[in-house]
């Protein structure tokens, strides 16, 4: 299958500062691309939609203004927790899916977000 | 609303065969799919059905009935490394998949 990698894969930071995640589509290009958020113990949740050259499409419950996505280019999308706190301490995850490939979804290993 | 079922544990004994059910109740459907998780990782693709019937791969299958909204993962000659998280998701009509919340295969030697 199709290689999506994420960077980095475990960050640590201080409450109040920014995190920058980047997803990348190694060997196709990845029209849409999508950002869940995975707490202990629960299922994968659904934070946003983003196609590539427009804005994202986000999730009831999710803050946009705090979950900065860009998806400038059909590889490579990022995320951004803005001001983050201790409760944004998750695993994100991206997954990559290429035109019209409905059927195939590929995950990107997931990042480890630690907020202390 | 769009919901997706499925247990929420199960236990079973290296070397048997388990089956894990999942209904989904979805506005359109385009197909559905099995991953698994384990623990600290990301879902890896497992299967992918759309049409009724069973596929099989290698000792995992897949069966899906459109009718009845049912779809099971059925898992042969079980080894420990097959201890983790199987998601069953739906594609609906918006090409959007719906989640199930996961069963946790523990297996036992």
């Known amino acids: 299958g199709a290689v999506v990698s994420q960077h980095p894969s475990r960050v640590i930071c201080k409450s109040g500062t920014s995190v920058k995640i980047e997803c990348r589509s190694l060997d196709f290009q990845a029209t849409t691309m999508f950002w869940y958020r995975q707490f202990p113990k629960q299922s994968l949740m659904l934070m946003a939609t983003s196609n590539e050259g427009s804005k994202a499409t986000y999730e009831q419950g999710v803050e946009k203004d705090k979950f900065l996505i860009n998806h400038a280019s059909l590889t490579l999308s990022t995320l951004t927790v803005t001001s983050a706190h201790p409760e944004d301490s998750s695993f994100y995850i991206c997954s990559a899916r290429a035109a019209r490939a409905y059927n195939e979804q590929f995950f990107g290993p997931g990042t480890r977000l630690t907020v202390l | ?109």
Not at chain 2, 41 to 68: C, H, I, Q, W
């Open chain 2, 1 to 109: 609303g769009q919901n997706i079922d499925q247990p929420t544990e199960m236990t079973a004994t290296e070397g048997a065969i388990v089956q894990i059910n999942c209904t989904y109740q979805t506005s359109g459907f385009n197909g559905l799919f099995w991953y698994q998780q384990h623990a600290g990782e990301a879902p890896t693709f497992l299967s992918y059905n759309v049409l009724d019937g069973l596929e099989e791969k290698g000792r995992f299958s897949s069966f899906l009935s459109r009718s009845k909204g049912y779809s099971y993962l059925l898992l042969k000659e079980l080894q420990m490394k097959d201890s983790a998280s199987y998601l069953c998701a739906a594609l609906d009509s918006n090409y959007q998949l719906i989640w199930g919340a996961g069963t946790k295969l523990i297996i036992k030697p």
